[in-house]
C-alpha cells in the first residue's frame, strides 16, 4: 500500500516592513513582508517547484528557489520561507493557504512531475550588453538592445534571439543519475566543447542541403521529362495549379493563393485538363503523383 507524504505546513508566521528606510512600527499598505518557519526540510522538492511555477528561478548557493505566485513573490529556503507583500496579516494567511495548497500539491505529484534542475544565474545587463552590437537593429523582437539584455538577464529570452552575438566557446549540461527505484539522486555536470558541436552540426548541415539541392534537382529532372511526355507542355502558372490541385485545394482557394480570380484558375484547369488527358481533379492528382512531380 503507497504511503501517504506528509503534508507541507508552517509555522512562527510574522509579519514585518520591509525594506532598510522602513521605520519601526510602520504599517504602509504593500509594504509588509512574511516570513514563517516550515514543518519539513523541502529542499528536495525545489526541482519540481522549478518545473511548475512560472518564472522560477532555482540557486545552488544559498540553497533556495524564488517565484511569483498570485501577484506574490516568494522566497522559499529549506527549512524557512519569505513573502511580499502585503497590506497586513490576514491577507497574509490567505496567501499561506493558497502557497501551501500549490506546495501540497507538487509534493503530492512529485512522482508524476519531470523535476527541472537547471540552476538560475544571473547575469549583469552591463556584461550583456558588452556581447551585442549596441545597434537597437531590433532583429531580436525586442526595443532595443539594453531591453533584450534586460530580458537575456532575467533568462526570460535566449542568446540565439540575437543574430550577432557570436558563438559560445563552451557550454555545460547537468545529467541526472537515477537511483534503483528510478528517483533522481544527483546530477553530474559536464562541460562540452560548444565548437566541436557547431562544426559536427555544420557538416550535418551541409550534407543535409546536399541530399536537398540533389532532391530539388530530381524534381526538375521528374518536371521535364513529364512535360516531354506531354504534346502540348504545361506552363508554370499550370504547374502551380496542378500543385496546389493535388494537395486538394478548391478553385477559390487557389486563386487566392496565386492571387488571381477563380475565373482565371477555372480556366487553367480546364487546360490542365486536356493537356493531361484526363477527366477529373483526382486523375490529374494521381498523373501529378505517378511523374514524381510533388
Not at 537593429?137 to 530580458?151: D, I, K, L
Not at 518536371?223 to 516531354?228: D, I, L, Q, S, Y
Request: glycine share 4%; net charge neutral; with cysteine.
Amino acid at each position: 500500500m503507497k504511503r501517504e507524504k506528509e503534508p507541507l505546513t508552517y509555522y512562527d508566521l510574522a509579519l514585518c516592513t520591509r525594506g532598510p528606510m522602513a521605520k519601526p512600527g510602520s504599517v504602509s499598505l504593500g509594504s509588509m513582508m512574511a516570513s514563517f518557519e516550515l514543518n519539513v526540510d523541502i529542499a528536495p522538492l525545489f526541482p519540481f517547484i522549478n518545473a511548475l511555477a512560472e518564472r522560477a528561478e532555482l540557486y545552488e548557493r544559498p540553497q533556495m528557489i524564488r517565484f511569483p505566485l498570485d501577484h506574490t513573490f516568494c522566497v522559499l529556503y529549506p527549512t524557512h520561507g519569505l513573502a511580499t507583500p502585503f497590506d497586513d496579516r490576514t491577507q497574509a494567511i490567505a496567501f499561506m493557504e493558497c502557497l501551501f495548497a500549490f506546495l501540497n500539491d507538487a509534493h503530492r505529484r512529485s512522482d508524476e512531475i519531470k523535476p527541472r534542475h537547471r540552476t538560475f544565474r544571473r547575469v549583469s545587463v552591463i556584461e550583456i550588453l558588452k556581447l551585442l552590437p549596441q545597434t537597437n537593429c531590433r532583429e531580436c523582437g525586442f526595443v532595443s538592445c539594453m531591453a533584450f539584455a534586460a530580458n537575456l538577464s532575467q533568462q526570460q529570452t535566449i542568446p540565439d534571439q540575437c543574430p550577432h552575438m557570436g558563438f559560445p566557446l563552451s557550454t555545460q549540461a547537468d545529467y541526472p543519475v537515477y537511483d534503483s527505484g528510478g528517483n533522481i539522486r544527483s546530477t553530474v555536470r559536464i562541460e562540452i566543447d560548444t565548437i566541436q558541436t557547431f562544426r559536427t552540426l555544420q557538416r550535418k548541415s551541409e550534407h543535409l542541403k546536399e541530399q536537398l539541392n540533389a532532391l530539388l534537382q530530381d524534381r526538375e529532372q521528374a518536371k521535364t521529362e513529364a512535360n516531354a511526355s506531354l504534346s502540348a507542355r504545361l506552363t508554370q502558372r499550370e504547374l502551380d495549379v496542378l500543385r496546389l490541385l493535388s494537395e486538394g485545394a478548391s478553385n477559390v482557394e487557389i486563386s487566392h493563393h496565386l492571387d488571381v480570380s477563380p475565373h482565371t484558375i477555372k480556366s487553367h484547369v480546364i487546360h490542365l485538363f486536356n493537356k493531361l488527358g484526363v477527366c477529373n481533379r483526382i486523375q490529374a492528382a494521381v498523373w501529378a503523383t505517378r511523374h514524381h512531380l510533388f
